[in-house]
Each structure stands twice: as C-alpha cells, then as structure tokens.
C-alpha cells in the first residue's frame, strides 16, 4: 500500500513538473518573405507537451497548411498512384495495419523519425526524405496542373514548385495532427475521472513495477529515444534496427520508441508488427523479455528480473489505462481528413 501511494504522488508530480514547459520557441532563422498576406495558425500545446519549435522560415499558416492537407490525399505527388493517406489513414491514427506503417501524430513535438530514426530533425527534414527519396515526387505534374500552382505561390511566393515546397507544406500539414483530447487529456484537465480499473493501470504504469513511463514518458508517451526492449536475443538484418544507421554496436536491436497515444487503433505492435494485441505486448513485458547485451539496464532491476509477475487483473487494467489514450476527436477531426 505504501509504495502504491508513493506511485500516486510520482505520478502526479511527474504531470506537475510536465505543465508550464510547453512554451513556443522560435528559432533564429529569418522568416521568408511573404508580401502576400496568409492567415496565421495556431496550433494549441497542452500544458504537458514539452515546447513546441516551428522553424521560422516554415511558419504555419491557414493556407500552408491547407495546401499540406491536399498533398497528403493527393497521388500527384508520387509515380504509382499511391499518396500518403493510403498508408497513414485516420480512423488508425494515421497508420494502416498494412504495412504497420508509423502514426501521425504529435509529431510536431518529436525530432527523431522511422523505426531506426533514420532521419534525425526537423519534420521539414523528414518530409524531404519522403518526397525526395520515398516518393521521388515529380514537380512537373504540379507545375503543370490546373490548381496547384496558384496554391503555392499564394503559400510561398515564388515559382516554379520545388520539392522543397512540397515537403514544406506536408510539414505543415503534419504539424498539426496533433492529439490531444484523448480521455486521458480530458482527465488531467479534470473534465472527467478514470474508472478503477484505469487508474490501478495508471499507477502501475508509472510505478518502478510496471515502469512503462520512463520510456513511454506521460505526455507524448515517448521518450523522443532509442531502446532496446527486449523483443530479440539475437539480431539479423532489419532487426538490427538503430544498428544499421549507426554501425555502433550498442546501437544492436534499439528503436525509437513509439508514442502509446491512440495504441488502441495502431496494431499490429513493435516494428514488424509481431503483435496482434495489446495483450500480447503486457504478456510480453510480463514474461516475456529476452537478454541480450543491449537490453534496456530497466529490465535488469529487482522488479523485472524474473517478469513482472502481473496478475490477471493488472495486465487488464494496463490495458484499460493505454485505451484512455484513444482520441475520437483526433480520428474524426474533420480538418484531417480527405479535403
Ligand atoms: C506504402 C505505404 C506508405 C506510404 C504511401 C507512405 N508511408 Fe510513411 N511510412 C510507412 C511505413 C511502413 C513507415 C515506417 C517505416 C520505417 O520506419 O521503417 C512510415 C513512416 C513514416 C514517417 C515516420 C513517422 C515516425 O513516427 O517516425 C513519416 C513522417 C511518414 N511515414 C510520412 C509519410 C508521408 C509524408 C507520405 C507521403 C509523401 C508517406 N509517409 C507515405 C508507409 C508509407
Ligand atoms: C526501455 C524502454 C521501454 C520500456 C520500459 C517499455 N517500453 Fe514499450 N516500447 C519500447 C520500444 C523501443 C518499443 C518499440 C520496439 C519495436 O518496435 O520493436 C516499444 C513498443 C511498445 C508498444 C507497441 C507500440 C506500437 O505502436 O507498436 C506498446 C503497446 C508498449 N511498448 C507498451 C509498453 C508498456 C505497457 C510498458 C510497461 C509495461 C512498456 N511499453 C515499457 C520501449 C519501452
């Protein structure tokens, strides 16, 4: 009992020390010049969200943005009839169980991105990586469209389109599929209460116990790093994950960690979708995390050595709290889907 309540006050002022640090920054870089006049955006930062940077020569407006939304539904921009909603959908939090592609969200607030965090920066930097190297977009189907120029020399005022532009504005775009109204939001904004069930998963997630927050960190629920969770003992190919971008043998079998934001809608689970269900992951942080030399040091502490050894009703109320994430709001936002 005594060390559930010391959980409790942990959790809390884990939230506590969370709030006041989502302050916008904006970098030193000048802005570009826009005399053309584009209505500003504001995107909204819980209180909990760490600081939101947005680079100042890709500052967010009403018609950048826009223009992001219809790229990301538009195949134009790839060579095989495929666009970016195929693969990340809304009603999965913009992910899709096929491929067990990434989700979109929040990713405005996170700076390491792909499974092995192959591209390290900005979104800006990402989308680059995206259009240049994924899609190898075709600028002249743009240039030559009946929409698409006007559009963009509105947003950034000067032509021909560039890839660069495009992956600008998917950025800003990305930007702003942000969850933030999940139940679990609406609970430490005080609007609603957890159910028992819930808030035991609560606690026991951010207790030395479960120890599910110091890398599935409240707020974004990741820790913006790369782990080893022990899914493998031994590691080939593309399950050498950060490895292969690193050559660095402590690298062995980390990858980013996900956000367990909206976790409910992303299965299949892990980088190769090994796991149906969110049963499955308890099970496997509760009895099933193999040793290997790069094994995140939490798995080796008193409480982890042998399993966690949950009971039933624990790894159900785990389960109960990660659907608290689920955001309906997020999923059905109409300002996110299909223009
Ligand atoms: C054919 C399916 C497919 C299409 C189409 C697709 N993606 Fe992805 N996307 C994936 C998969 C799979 C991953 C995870 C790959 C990995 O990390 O190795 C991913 C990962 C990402 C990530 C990383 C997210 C993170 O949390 O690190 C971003 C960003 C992204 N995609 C953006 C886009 C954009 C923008 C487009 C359109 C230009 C696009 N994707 C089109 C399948 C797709
Ligand atoms: C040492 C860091 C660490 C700890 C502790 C940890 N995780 Fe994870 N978690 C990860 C990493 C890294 C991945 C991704 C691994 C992969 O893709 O192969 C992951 C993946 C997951 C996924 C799959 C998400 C997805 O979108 O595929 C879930 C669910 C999950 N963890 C829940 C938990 C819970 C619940 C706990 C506590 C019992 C926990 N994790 C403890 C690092 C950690």
Redesign the pocket.
Known sequence: MKSLKYSIIFGFALIIALVASCKKKESDETPAPSPEALTPYNLYCPPYFPQLVIPADNQLSVEGVELGRKLYYDSIISNDGRACANCHTQQYAF?NPVPNS??HMNLAWNNKFL?NGLVEGKLEDIMAFEVNVFFMTNTTKLNNSATYPALFKKVFNSTPITTKQVAYALAQFVRTQASTNSKFDKYLRYETTLTSSEMNGFVL?NSEK???F???SLGLFNDNA????G?DSAFVGVNR?RYNVTGNANDMG???????RN?EL?A??????R?AT?ED??EH??SGVKQSSTL?P??SKPTHLFG?QLTTQQKAD?VAF?KTLTDTTFINNPALSHP
């Open positions: 992910t990434l989700a499974w997630y479960g120890d599910c110091h890398c599935h790369y782990h080893n969770n899914i994950g980390k990858w980013k960690t996900p956000t367990l976790v992303t299949p689970y892990m980088h190769d979708g796991f969110l992951v308890i942080y509760n995140d939490i798995f966690l785990l990660l």
